[in-house]
């Protein structure tokens, strides 16, 4: 005779002893886990390749230096373009040397010159300086003499010919003797290693007149301030 099932050792789910089953997953999704939400097509944005062109171009139309740059979208800049943008980059390569004391030493200009000599040319250099020297209200010693070691440099000499840079250092330096110094020292190891750059630089006639000039600033100066002690 067969024997009468009953509930035996096991669980009425078929499992140990002890051991409930769990709960049948709600048809409503309730019983599926908050982090595992069930995707939606209808909310996934469908970009197209042009859409997605559309953001680089974009930004590159509102940022110039991109543009200038994107070689993979532009095979040349045109030469006004090119220009503008490496005079900006030069202004900004430049503004450090208007931030630094009077008092800074050659060999740190020098050094800062070096190492901008890969990032922009002597003459976008020369360019840059002169043109934050005109717009700046103080004396920017700094900057003043940073332009007269790049403007007698043989690396201007060499990259800038015909410029009349060394004349334009003669203009910058003005009336102040220390520059003055500065500036005839330089000439003539310019000069000493490049003969031919002569033409280029300013007339010893020009050099005298300005040391005059500026001799007799500084006696008037000290005219003036021993008349103000007595």
């Not at 931030?99 to 030493?105: A, F, G, I, Q, S």
């Not at 010919?161 to 334009?168: D, F, K, Q, T």
């Not at 050099?207 to 600033?217: C, S, V």
Request: glycine share 8%; aromatic share 2%.
């Amino acid at each position: 005779m067969a024997r009468a099932a009953g509930p035996g050792p096991r669980g009425g789910d078929g499992g140990p002893a002890g051991r409930s089953r769990a709960p049948p997953p709600s048809p409503s999704g309730a019983g599926r886990p908050a982090f595992c939400p069930v995707p939606s097509r209808s909310r996934s944005p469908c970009r197209s390749p042009l859409a997605l062109l559309s953001i680089p171009f974009s930004r590159l139309t509102l940022e110039p230096e991109r543009l200038a740059f994107a070689h993979g979208y532009l095979d040349e800049v045109p030469e006004e373009l090119a220009v503008e943008l490496e005079s900006q980059r030069a202004d900004r390569l430049v503004a450090p040397f208007f931030r630094l004391p009077d008092e800074t030493d050659e060999a740190e200009l020098m050094a800062r010159l070096v190492a901008l000599a890969p990032a922009v040319t002597s003459a976008a250099l020369l360019d840059a300086l002169d043109r934050g020297l005109a717009e700046a209200r103080d004396g920017s010693l700094a900057a003043r003499r940073a332009l007269i070691l790049q403007a007698t440099s043989v690396a201007a000499a060499d990259t800038c010919p015909g410029r009349a840079e060394p004349v334009r250092a003669l203009r910058v330096a003005g009336s102040d003797r220390g520059l003055l110094h500065l500036l005839t020292l330089r000439l003539q190891d310019l000069l000493e290693q490049r003969p031919q750059a002569e033409p280029d630089c300013p007339s010893i006639t020009a050099l005298r007149a300005a040391a005059t000039h500026a001799t007799a600033l500084d006696r008037m100066g000290l005219r003036r301030g021993a008349s103000r002690a007595a």
